[in-house]
């Protein structure tokens, strides 16, 4: 432990609001940027010996950082070493650091010519953030190229590997979303040897569509979960809404915002984005406080309209 000393790099009063992709939040009490894991290590021993709670935060998608910010540790993952691996002619295995952002790691496959990211085109964040909530877009997800997680148990510090049934995959969800004690520390991909222009014709053709239907303003990408069909609990929803609207087994959640009216909707600074009804955006400005005001009544309309119960896919930090 690192008794009565002092964490080198450490860092006061941090404002969190410029490390997020909807440039909301308040200031972290700590902040500790980690290189490697070493240094990952090192800042959580020092937070187990103050006793003070810690966050990692990665690209900084996905999340809304409460206004009153978070009293206590962040540390930013900035492990960023990427590996490539040929198993055969065929199969290729990219070893990737959770620090890594997505769009690096899917230019590199697309130059290799190593097919199964490109779905991931545009997609924000960290490889270790899109892991853990198990992204995904055009029909696909990560859980699908994974092939096996190197992961740091907190409360012992210990290492251990996690191969893909281990991670609990499920819709937008994995075993480390909700587990503050496992952090993910490097990936190994399993992807396919493909045709090199035609991997990065899709991946323009996919960046080029997100641009044409997201908005461009700050935001923390999609805010709720799509809903699955098979688990709905209300059949009787499905016989007011058209059947070309399910996709893939799943209903958007956008839809649902758009029939009840609150495209556009704002709240001070913050706006439920007119591009895709799914986004809620940062107009300049923004509080946290305005963002949970759309949120809630976002999730109090659908309910009402279609007896569906909205799920975040954003995470909150710094709330409780």
């Known amino acids: 432990m690192l008794k009565n000393k002092q964490l080198k790099g450490l860092e006061f009063n941090e404002p969190?609001?410029?490390?997020t992709t909807?440039?909301?939040g308040g200031r972290a009490k700590y902040f500790f940027v980690a290189k490697n894991e070493k240094e990952l290590i090192k800042a959580l021993m020092w937070a187990k010996e103050k006793k003070v709670p810690y966050f990692i935060l990665g690209g900084g998608s996905n999340l809304l950082v409460s206004d009153k910010g978070f009293k206590g540790l962040v540390i930013k993952c900035q492990m960023s070493n990427v590996k490539c691996q040929n198993q055969n002619s065929t199969l290729k295995t990219i070893k990737v650091d959770g620090g890594v952002s997505l769009s690096k790691l899917v230019s590199l496959a697309a130059k290799k010519g190593f097919s199964g990211l490109e779905w991931a085109a545009g997609i924000p964040g960290t490889v270790g953030g899109v892991v853990c909530g198990n992204?995904?877009?055009?029909?696909?997800?990560?859980?699908?190229?994974?092939e096996?997680?190197?992961?740091?148990?907190?409360?012992?510090?210990?290492?251990?590997?996690y191969n893909n049934k281990n991670c609990k995959f499920s819709y937008r969800n994995s075993i480390f979303k909700n587990n503050k004690n496992l952090i993910i520390l490097s990936v190994e991909l399993q992807l396919r040897k493909g045709n090199k222009t035609e991997i990065q014709k899709k991946v323009s053709e996919y960046l080029n569509y997100r641009k044409k239907i997201q908005p461009l303003n700050s935001s923390a990408g999609c805010v709720f979960k799509n809903i699955e069909i098979a688990n709905l609990k209300n059949k009787n929803t499905l016989e007011i809404i058209p059947?070309?609207?399910?996709?893939?087994?799943k209903l958007p959640a956008g839809y649902l915002i758009e029939k009840v009216g609150l495209r556009g909707k704002r709240q001070s600074q913050a706006q439920i984005s007119k591009k895709h009804a799914n986004f809620i955006v940062n107009l300049g400005g923004a509080k946290a406080k305005d963002v949970i005001y759309l949120i809630n009544l976002t999730k109090r309309k659908v309910k009402k309209k279609f007896g569906v119960e909205l799920k975040e896919e954003i995470q909150y930090i710094g709330f409780r």
């Open 22 to 24: 909807f440039k909301i």
């Open 243 to 249: 059947e070309k609207k399910i996709k893939g087994g």
């Open 148 to 161: 096996s997680i190197k992961v740091l148990t907190t409360y012992n510090l210990q290492l251990t590997t």
């Open 16 to 19: 969190l609001a410029k490390y």
């Open 135 to 146: 992204a995904g877009a055009f029909g696909s997800c990560v859980a699908e190229v994974v």
